[in-house]
């Protein structure tokens, strides 16, 4: 069982800057691809950020590059997202995914709970 534990959401004001967290087990990082979406209220899933297990790539939503940074941390099986310049349409439910690495960026065999992040204007 793959189980994806997210934390680091809240509120923020526009322009401010939250990290977010996943905490996988090792097996879990050697396996998958480790992946951000976001849903805003009323709206698609979005892809937001993907990073390869060797941590040499990472791959980007065009509506958060420049200001979203996906890492990861193999000694503690964590994956961050940092997230700078924010924007009130970056509001929105943020969980973490793990996709086979063959399989398309927007696709992920399991997925966390979410985080809740609000940018206020």
């Known amino acids: 069982q793959v189980q994806l534990v997210e934390s680091g959401g809240g509120l923020v004001q526009a322009g401010g800057s939250l990290r977010l967290s996943c905490a996988a087990s090792?097996?879990?990082?050697?396996?998958?691809?480790m992946k951000w979406f976001r849903q805003a209220p009323g709206k698609e899933r979005e892809f937001v950020a993907a990073i390869s297990r060797s941590g040499d790539n990472t791959w980007y939503a065009d509506t958060v590059k420049g200001r979203f940074t996906i890492s990861g941390d193999n000694t503690k099986n964590t994956v961050y997202l940092q997230m700078n310049s924010l924007k009130p349409e970056d509001t929105a439910v943020y969980f973490c995914a793990a996709g086979f690495p063959v399989s398309p960026l927007y696709e992920y065999q399991y997925r966390g709970q979410g985080t809740q992040v609000t940018v206020s204007s």
């Open positions: 090792a097996r879990t990082f050697n396996i998958y691809r």
